[in-house]
Each structure stands twice: as structure tokens, then as C-alpha cells.
């Protein structure tokens, strides 16, 4: 039957778009030559069907990684999130598409990174 075909979007848990941000920008981070990747741009999409995700990247921050590596990291884990969530109903993304102004998003380091200069 055709029916399990609509249980995927029942599958996916709400996430808001500043917290799906920050888990696909860790995600790519965590692969070993993309620690220097600095994020993502989240826009809410309308799906076409039930099975398809609410959302897509908009923007890429690549910082000093190659791109070519972690664009292939980031196309993997944009995969597997848009299975696993959909955007929540946030208020505040509400109002900030009314308005249509960019907001610029500091994603925190851990200051314990050496630099490859420091190892040195």
C-alpha cells in the first residue's frame, strides 16, 4: 500500500531554524578536514508533497575549508537532517520574513583549538 509513504513527515521532529543551523554547521565541523567551517543559512521552503522537507541551505559559509571536501560533507548531512526535521512554527522567523532583513549569526569556536601554526 501507499499509505507508509506519508508517515515520513510524521517522522520528523520540529527543530527551530537557529538549532538546526548550529547541529548541520557541527556536523560538517566534526568530519576531519572541514574544522574550519564556519556555517549554514536556513530558509523555510513550502514542500511540494508531505515527503519532501520544509526547508533548504540558502547560503554556505565556507571560511578557510576547501570547499570542494566539505561541500560534499554538507550535501550528506543536508540529506540526512531533511529527513530527520522540519522547521518549527517560530514566531520570530514570522516576523523576520515580513521585514526581509539579514541577521548576522556569530557561531561560537571552542578556544581550545590549536592553530596548525601552533603545533608547530
Known amino acids: 500500500m501507499v ?9 520528523r ?7 538546526l543551523e548550529s547541529a548541520i554547521t557541527e556536523a560538517v ?3 576531519s578536514d572541514c574544522a574550519t567551517f564556519v556555517g549554514v543559512i536556513i530558509q523555510r521552503q513550502q ?5 519532501e522537507p520544509d526547508w533548504s541551505i ?12 566539505s561541500g560534499k560533507v554538507l550535501a550528506a548531512v ?4 531533511q529527513r530527520e526535521f522540519s522547521l518549527s512554527d517560530d514566531k520570530n522567523d514570522r516576523r523576520k520574513g ?10 561560537p569556536r571552542n578556544e581550545e583549538v ?5 603545533h608547530d
Open 98 to 107: 515580513k521585514r526581509a532583513q539579514l541577521e548576522v549569526l556569530q557561531i
Open 29 to 31: 565541523k566534526s568530519s
Open 3 to 11: 499509505w507508509h509513504l506519508l508517515d515520513i513527515s510524521d517522522k
Open 47 to 51: 514542500p511540494k508533497s508531505r515527503s
Open 58 to 69: 540558502r547560503g554556505v559559509r565556507f571560511g578557510k575549508t576547501d570547499r570542494e571536501k
Open 114 to 118: 590549536v592553530s596548525a601554526s601552533e
Open 13 to 19: 521532529r520540529a527543530i527551530s531554524r537557529k538549532n
Open 78 to 81: 543536508v540529506e540526512r537532517f
